[in-house]
C-alpha cells in the first residue's frame, strides 16, 4: 500500500448545496484558493443546476471564473443536462461529473429519471463534450443500496458501469449516497469493478450517516481503490436519503491515511486551518472530529498535581 492516495473534496458543491445559508461568492472562492494549496488532488467546485433547484450554488459561473487554478489540482464541476454542461465548458473546467442513480426509485426522487433516461442524458451531454478534453466521470448513487428499494443487486451496478463505460464515461464514482454499505459489500464491489474495467477510473464516495464511513473507506483501500471523494468538515448529505448525514470528513479520511504511513500527498496542517473557517461561513459547528479533538500525536501537558510532585 505505498502507493500515493488522491483525496478529492467536495464540500463547496456536495456541502454548501444543502445549507441554510448563502455562502458568498467571495467566500467560496477564498476557501477553494485555500484548499487548492493543500496538496488534494481534486477539488468539486460547484454544480452547474439551475439556479431555481439549488439556489446555494447559482454563482457556479463566478466561482469557476475567478478561482487560482493551481498546478496538479483538477477542478471539476456536476454536470445535470446539455445545457449545464455548456455552461462548464465555457469556464474551461477540467472535469464534468454526471450524477444518476443505480436504483430506480431514487432515480426518480432524486433526479426525475430513471437509470435509463440518466443514461441517455449522459451520451448527449458527451456528445457536447467531444474534441474539447474534459474528463468524464460519472457518479453512481446507490450502488450500495436504496432507501426506498434496499438491496441494489450488485449485477446491476456492474451492468451500469459498463453501459457508462460503453457510451464514453472515462471515471466512475461508486457513491454510498445514503450510508447503507457495509465493508465486506464495499470490498466485495470494489474488487469486483477493478477487476473486470483496469482501464476505468474508480473513486470510492462514502457517507458517514451510519457511522461506518472511515472503515468503508478502509474496505475499499483494501480493495484497491486509490481515489477517494470526502468533504471538508464532513458537511453534505443527500436530502433524498432519511435520516442521511455528511460526507466523511476530508480531514478524518487523511489523518487516519497518514496514520497508517500512506501518502496522501495533503498537508494536514493546512487542511485544517480551512476546515476551522467552515463554521463561521456556515454559522454551525462541523462533524469534523479531527477538528475538534486534535490529531492523534498532540500531546497535553500533565495535570497539575504530577508537575507539583515530580511526576
Not at 474528463?135 to 451496478?157: D, H
Request: hydrophobic share 40%; net charge negative; with cysteine.
Amino acid at each position: 500500500m505505498s502507493k500515493r492516495l488522491y483525496i478529492q473534496d467536495v464540500a463547496t458543491r456536495d456541502g454548501f448545496q444543502i445549507e441554510a445559508t448563502f455562502v458568498p461568492t467571495a467566500d467560496k472562492i477564498a476557501l477553494i484558493d485555500g484548499l487548492s494549496h493543500t496538496g488534494l488532488a481534486k477539488i468539486e467546485v460547484t454544480s452547474f443546476t439551475s439556479p431555481k433547484a439549488i439556489p446555494n450554488l447559482r454563482d457556479a459561473e463566478e466561482v469557476m471564473r475567478g478561482i487560482q487554478r493551481v498546478p496538479g489540482v483538477e477542478y471539476t464541476v456536476l454536470v445535470p443536462n446539455v445545457k449545464g454542461c455548456e455552461r462548464a465548458l465555457s469556464c474551461e473546467v477540467d472535469e464534468i461529473n454526471l450524477v444518476m442513480s443505480a436504483s430506480n426509485t431514487h432515480g426518480l426522487a432524486n433526479l426525475r429519471m430513471t437509470p435509463e433516461q440518466s443514461l441517455a442524458q449522459f451520451a448527449e451531454i458527451i456528445e457536447v463534450t467531444r474534441g474539447s478534453g474534459v474528463f468524464i466521470n460519472a457518479s453512481l448513487s446507490t450502488t450500495f443500496g436504496c432507501p426506498f428499494e434496499g438491496e441494489v443487486p450488485e449485477a446491476r451496478v456492474h451492468e451500469l458501469t459498463e453501459r457508462l463505460l460503453e457510451i464514453g464515461v472515462q471515471g466512475v464514482t461508486l457513491c454510498d449516497t445514503t450510508g447503507m454499505a457495509d465493508p465486506a459489500h464495499v470490498e466485495r464491489i470494489c474488487r469486483e469493478a477493478l477487476q473486470r474495467w483496469p482501464e476505468a477510473v474508480f473513486t470510492a464516495h462514502f457517507h458517514n450517516t451510519r457511522g461506518m464511513g472511515l472503515a468503508n473507506a478502509l474496505a475499499a483501500l483494501n480493495a484497491g481503490i486509490d481515489r477517494f471523494d470526502a468533504s471538508l468538515g464532513g458537511l453534505g448529505g443527500c436530502p433524498y436519503a432519511p435520516g442521511a448525514s455528511g460526507n466523511i470528513c476530508t480531514e478524518d479520511l487523511v489523518h487516519m491515511f497518514q496514520r497508517m504511513g500512506l501518502d496522501t500527498g495533503v498537508n494536514l496542517d493546512a487542511l485544517l486551518d480551512a476546515a476551522a473557517t467552515l463554521p463561521g461561513l456556515i454559522g454551525h459547528d462541523v462533524p469534523g472530529a479531527i477538528l475538534k479533538a486534535g490529531k492523534a500525536d498532540r500531546r497535553y501537558p500533565k495535570p497539575k498535581w504530577m508537575q507539583e510532585a515530580g511526576l
